[in-house]
């Protein structure tokens, strides 16, 4: 029954033994064609046929890049029909090669040479002679637009930083330019070439050219190929181990139907290992949701919502580092206003720490005693990993294989920093403490809130300690105290290193970004505090459970009011800070040790007036049933949705004019995906491996619900139980785990 766990942890095993940072493209293929003496013998072939010549050229950029005063300086080409060209003689196998070159805008002594005539085309019949209206052009010159050549290059340089920071906050790996005193430093046209196989990118220039280009700056930033993705362990392993998972799906599935609907017996008599893996069975299972008086419904929607801003947010800020025709109308979005709704959005991570910290308490203060704490505490951790790590260890090993073949694209790069990282880093994402390690190339990016969630969890049993003790005054004193020591210490440390306070400033060199994101972004000292906060909520929950809470009207609205105020300046902070002229390190200082707390308590106090009976319709809303779907789904979700974001794009053939509607359609085509891929990792790998942990662990079938008064904790002896832990303790927390 644990045969699948086994092989999980000795298919990664294999995997990193046989990692390589250079087995994710086959670098020998690209050095192996180069013969720059056939590449001399097939450019001047090409020259002399018109038809040959203009496939490569037609496949080429085009120059200038369309939209170039929008800040485009992109040109993919055409990715397709580049690596489609193949031509034969007797002596020569002309095939196309993909390039991408790099040519920054500053040279040192370069004039532009004139290139040579493109062939000549068929003569077409001219155009019939029609007036077309003439339309202004507010941005055609300086004088009708108001806006001079500086401010333009000032736009061009602004988009370069906040560019260069999403690729850091993405984890694609592009390192930063040093801005210079000049604007344009920094910035290069990334502009797609096809040439032959045998030739290099530089080589094949100067030929066409007549060396006018020798003196000319450029980088080859990366080639494509046909068959360029050699197969590597990561493939052999991945296909082995779910053919297993699918063959015993297929069996189990076949017995459940069998069972149940041909021979129509009792479900309860067919044999429960057999239906481990049966679809039908966990489908079925899926969608029953037992009633208990105690549950928290309002939290399935506000995880809900929670996810959702995560992906609108992913959907929005992937759009910054590669995909725009028009980048300069992303900053202008991004710094006004409107555009509030995604740069605010990475606070919501902090609900999620917050959630955490609630259901850690109220799940386990009525029904686990600190005998019990003590004595069962290697099940409580135990229980913690490994309710997390099937949906977790599938998508590293899909990361690490499947994704990098499902299909390719001129933006492919970006997905091949992301496979390399998931071959070489997926142990410290494992062992969750990706944050600390690797915390710049960590194997799903998005992952860091797993590490400092579980190291959060290792720390809770100090103050679980206390709380499940019979006195509520030494519970509070040693949450007070936490609170006030992480506030502390946090506050402290910003103090120190003088942080920038949001994600992706303007005022400030794109290269603090790395050392914000590793040294505060994802560092646990800095989320302390929303999960204890949460766990005050909880055990305040926890003081009221099956009890009525009176309390004034107009106080439950001046808390309301309040907590919409602050909740409003939080979210308010980010349109100041990441401007291009914000310059006040204490103001930083003072956002980033505040922020979260205040956050986490504005949440803390949505969930306690829901649970109370002082939200009205907000909690109607958040408590709807279609939220418990998305709310089982949401751990799923947020292992799934960033990859998906990442090879949706990584397919995109040529930039895409952004705009917020089109950015929306996105979003629910995003959205989509990300339910459908959720949910079959979750009845494919997640239910049956929990039912094996379960089994594994002695938990047996799941015991009917039963609600237990706070001040009569289980049997000690019997609160530790696998399935107590498992069912009672992780679930809602489980399912909680999201991340911006």
């Known amino acids: 029954m644990i045969l699948l766990f086994k092989l999980f942890l000795s298919a990664l095993c294999i995997v990193v033994v046989n990692s390589n940072r250079n087995n994710v493209m086959d670098w020998d293929l690209y050095e192996e064609v180069i013969d720059l003496e056939q590449c001399g013998e097939q450019l001047a072939y090409i020259q002399n046929h018109t038809l040959l010549m203009s496939r490569f050229i037609d496949a080429s950029f085009r120059f200038p890049p369309r939209s170039i005063l929008k800040g485009n300086t992109r040109d993919t080409g055409s990715y397709f029909q580049c690596l489609d060209i193949s031509h034969q003689t007797a002596d020569m196998d002309i095939r196309g090669k993909y390039s991408v070159v790099q040519i920054p805008l500053q040279q040192d002594d370069f004039e532009f040479p004139t290139l040579p005539d493109i062939p000549e085309w068929p003569e077409l019949p001219p155009l019939p002679n029609i007036t077309w209206p003439i339309i202004p052009n507010p941005n055609s010159t300086e004088e009708e637009s108001g806006e001079s050549t500086e401010e333009l290059f000032a736009k061009f340089h602004d988009y370069q930083m906040m560019r260069y920071g999403a690729h850091f906050l993405l984890g694609d790996g592009i390192e930063p330019r040093a801005a210079a005193d000049s604007p344009l430093a920094g910035m290069q046209m990334e502009l797609a070439m096809c040439i032959p196989k045998v030739c290099t990118s530089k080589y094949a220039l100067d030929f066409v050219t007549n060396n006018a280009t020798s003196n000319l700056t450029m980088t080859e930033a990366f080639v494509r190929l046909p068959n360029d993705k050699p197969w590597v362990a990561a493939d052999y392993v991945a296909i082995v181990i779910f053919s297993i998972i699918g063959f015993l799906t297929v069996l189990s599935t076949g017995y459940d139907v069998r069972h149940t609907i041909l021979l129509e017996k009792d479900p309860k008599r067919a044999n429960k290992i057999c239906t481990l893996f049966s679809v039908y069975t966990n489908t079925k299972n899926f969608f029953v949701f037992a009633s208990n008086p105690n549950a928290i419904t309002c939290l399935d929607g506000i995880r809900s919502f929670a996810m959702m801003w995560v992906i609108v947010g992913h959907t929005f800020v992937t759009q910054v580092t590669y995909i725009p025709e028009n980048p300069l109308d992303i900053l202008e979005f991004m710094k006004s206003f409107w555009g509030l709704w995604i740069t605010s959005a990475t606070i919501t991570v902090d609900t999620f720490f917050m959630i955490s910290g609630l259901l850690i308490v109220y799940t386990t203060a009525a029904k686990v005693s600190r005998r019990s704490l003590i004595r069962k505490i290697h099940l409580f951790y135990l229980n913690r990993i490994l309710r997390m790590f099937p949906i977790l260890a599938a998508m590293v090993l899909i990361e690490a294989s499947f994704l990098h073949r499902t299909t390719d694209g001129p933006y492919w790069n970006v997905m091949t920093t992301n496979v390399n990282d998931c071959r070489t880093n997926w142990w410290s994402t494992l062992l969750f403490i990706q944050n600390w390690v690797n915390p710049l190339n960590q194997c799903l990016y998005h992952t860091w809130y797993l590490a400092v969630d579980m190291q959060l969890h290792i720390a809770s049993p100090i103050i679980l300690f206390w709380i499940l003790g019979q006195r509520s005054f030494s519970a509070w004193c040693a949450m007070v105290a936490s609170l006030v020591a992480a506030i502390v210490g946090a506050t402290t440390y910003n103090f120190i290193n003088n942080f920038q306070s949001a994600v992706i400033p303007l005022g400030r060199p794109a290269a603090d970004l790395p050392v914000y994101l590793s040294s505060y972004y994802f560092h646990t000292l800095n989320r302390i505090s929303p999960f204890i906060i949460g766990?005050?909520?909880?055990?305040?929950?926890?003081?009221?459970?099956?009890?009525?809470?009176?309390?004034?009207?107009?106080?439950?609205?001046?808390?309301?009011?309040?907590?919409?105020?602050?909740?409003?300046?939080?979210?308010?902070?980010?349109?100041?800070?990441?401007?291009?002229?914000?310059?006040?390190?204490?103001?930083?200082?003072?956002?980033?040790?505040?922020?979260?707390?205040?956050?986490?308590?504005?949440?803390?106090?949505?969930?306690?007036?829901?649970?109370?009976?002082?939200?009205?319709?907000?909690?109607?809303?958040?408590?709807?049933?279609?939220?418990?779907?998305?709310?089982?789904?949401?751990?799923?979700?947020?292992?799934?949705h960033f990859p998906l974001i990442f090879l949706m794009n990584a397919t995109t053939l040529h930039p895409i004019y952004f705009a917020v509607n089109y950015s929306m359609y996105k979003f629910f085509v995003d959205f989509t995906l990300t339910v459908i891929a959720a949910f079959c990792l979750t009845i494919f790998i997640d239910a049956p491996l929990t039912s094996i942990i379960k089994i594994f662990l002695g938990g047996g079938s799941r015991p009917p619900l039963k609600v237990v008064p706070p001040s009569a904790p289980k049997d000690p002896e019997l609160a530790f139980k696998a399935v107590d832990v498992v069912d009672n303790c992780l679930p809602n927390d489980y399912m909680a785990k999201t991340r911006m």
């Open 535 to 640: 766990m005050m909520v909880g055990y305040v929950l926890h003081l009221y459970r099956g009890k009525t809470v009176r309390m004034p009207k107009a106080l439950a609205g001046f808390l309301w009011l309040v907590a919409a105020a602050v909740s409003f300046m939080i979210i308010f902070t980010t349109y100041f800070n990441i401007q291009p002229d914000w310059d006040n390190q204490l103001a930083d200082n003072i956002i980033n040790s505040s922020i979260r707390p205040a956050w986490a308590v504005c949440i803390g106090w949505l969930v306690f007036a829901c649970k109370s009976g002082y939200a009205g319709p907000i909690n109607w809303v958040l408590s709807l049933h279609i939220f418990k779907i998305l709310g089982r789904l949401s751990y799923a979700m947020y292992i799934v």
